[in-house]
């Protein structure tokens, strides 16, 4: 079955920057439209960006001109996210869009003030 693996979060100030990876298995990130969400503590998880089949990409207002989703060709997702402020705060994940029912364990970020 497919299977997510996100890495690269961690403990940054305001203002920092992390860039975040995510691999799959059995899945070929290129050819579906991939997402990156979030989930805050006691928030439901929403979807922050977006890149589809043919590499267009799209953002939630909360990271559009901070954040930035990319893929490469060997089947692996980044999110680089700069700038970043406490509210981004949250465990990260990647996924189909729409998400498929398997998610990963997910990446830790936490934004000091």
């Known amino acids: 079955q497919v299977q997510f693996v996100e890495s690269g979060g961690g403990l940054v100030q305001a203002g920092g920057s992390l860039r975040l990876t995510c691999s799959a298995s059995k899945l070929t990130l290129i050819g579906n439209t991939m997402a990156w969400y979030r989930q805050a503590p006691g928030k439901e998880r929403e979807r922050v960006a977006t890149i589809v089949r043919g590499g267009d990409t799209g953002y939630a207002d909360s990271v559009k001109g901070r954040f930035t989703i990319s893929r490469d060709a060997t089947n692996t997702m980044y999110l680089q996210m700069n700038n970043l402020k406490p509210e981004d705060t949250a465990v990260y994940y990647c996924?189909?869009?729409?998400?498929?029912?398997?998610w990963g364990q997910g990446t830790q970020v936490t934004v000091s003030s």
């Open positions: 996924n189909q869009w729409p998400p498929l029912r398997i």
